[in-house]
């Protein structure tokens, strides 16, 4: 059955699922075949996943969060949520005697419903106590990262997540606040910086400044690097694996890995070779982009394993 947009909006309004026809028409090569979706978040790609499926195709879900676990509303005896970090996609499948699957879609990143909860902490629009764990049940925080971290470690999250080049003042400052007075929320953290420029240049700034303690909070660069060596072994000969990123270094990470069998780490998988199915990156439509402006950062690789 084909997908319409307006199916999903009927069933699920909240978060709008990114790039969803573009990934779900390249993931799925074998109609009854074994598929995973790392990232179930709001649920959409799942759903559109179940409706391309025949009767006797699966889906095994993951999703860290309790929050979006609590929130499926697909019932379908082919479908299966586990509320568990995809790292540990192996062990799970091996506990259900799955070896090998046809495809695996990743979603990186936040869903809306996580965006727009001020209780988590990981906007920096709203004024709010700095958490940022995507889940709940871990014990490190954006309060953790900014009042305890070492001066060595602040320097490596921003320089490295955060790509700035002047990563060492962005430690100053937040090494003499906190000597003051812990750095709590959101807006503890805006002030402390004042941004010359445009409007655009400070959001710009802002973005990649708590980006970047969500990266380390969730330790997202080597989880995702750890997942896709994980993926290229459970992987079907044919079948694929897509990637949606919303930065520059997770799609760089993806990248290297689908072109050139190595990870950014040097780790290298000569015998584990995949071809990409689009030479170029795809991104989202204009259309897609007025409709949902989260979505103008997103980019998605397709990987085939050869
Ligand atoms: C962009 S949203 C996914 C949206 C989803 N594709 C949809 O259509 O609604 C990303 C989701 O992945 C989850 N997530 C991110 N990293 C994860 C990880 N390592 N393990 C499990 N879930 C993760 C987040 O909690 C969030 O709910």
């Known amino acids: 059955m084909e997908f319409q947009h307006s199916d999903y909006h009927n069933i699920y309004s909240h978060h709008e699922p990114v790039l969803l026809k573009e990934s779900i028409e390249n993931l799925i090569t074998d109609q009854n075949g074994i598929y995973i979706d790392a990232t179930f978040g709001g649920g959409g790609h799942s759903y559109a996943i179940l409706r391309k499926l025949n009767k006797g195709g699966t889906l095994i879900a993951f999703d860290q969060d309790k929050e979006s676990i609590k929130r499926n509303f697909i019932k379908d005896k082919r479908f299966h949520l586990f509320h568990n970090n995809f790292i540990h996609i192996r062990d799970i499948l091996n506990?259900?005697?799955?070896?090998?699957?046809?495809?695996?879609?990743?979603?990186?990143?936040?869903?809306?419903?996580?965006?727009?909860?001020?209780?988590?902490?990981?906007?920096?629009?709203?004024?709010?106590?700095?958490?940022?764990?995507?889940?709940?049940?871990?014990?490190?925080?954006?309060?953790?990262?900014?009042?305890?971290?070492?001066?060595?470690?602040?320097?490596?999250?921003?320089?490295?997540?955060?790509?700035?080049?002047?990563?060492?003042k962005i430690v100053e400052k937040i090494l003499k606040k906190r000597f003051q007075k812990k750095i709590t929320t959101s807006l503890d953290l805006i002030n402390l910086f004042f941004i010359h420029g445009s409007f655009k240049r400070r959001k710009r700034f802002f973005a990649r400044l708590f980006q970047s303690i969500r990266i380390e909070v969730n330790n997202e660069i080597n989880i995702l690097k750890d997942f896709l060596l994980k993926s290229s072994k459970i992987i079907r000969k044919g079948g694929r694996i897509a990637i949606i990123s919303y930065h520059s270094l997770e799609d760089r990470i993806t990248k290297y890995f689908f072109k050139k069998g190595i990870l950014i780490n040097k780790i290298n998988l000569k015998n584990l070779p995949f071809r990409m199915i689009h030479k170029k990156v795809i991104k989202p439509s204009l259309q897609e982009i007025i409709r949902n402006p989260r979505s103008r950062s997103a980019r998605l690789r397709i990987g085939e394993k050869a």
């Open 95 to 168: 506990q259900n005697n799955i070896k090998k699957v046809s495809g695996i879609l990743a979603d990186l990143g936040l869903s809306s419903l996580q965006i727009d909860d001020p209780e988590r902490g990981f906007s920096n629009q709203l004024n709010c106590p700095l958490d940022m764990r995507m889940n709940q049940e871990s014990s490190y925080s954006a309060q953790n990262v900014l009042n305890e971290c070492s001066k060595k470690e602040l320097f490596n999250i921003f320089y490295e997540y955060g790509e700035f080049k002047n990563a060492r």
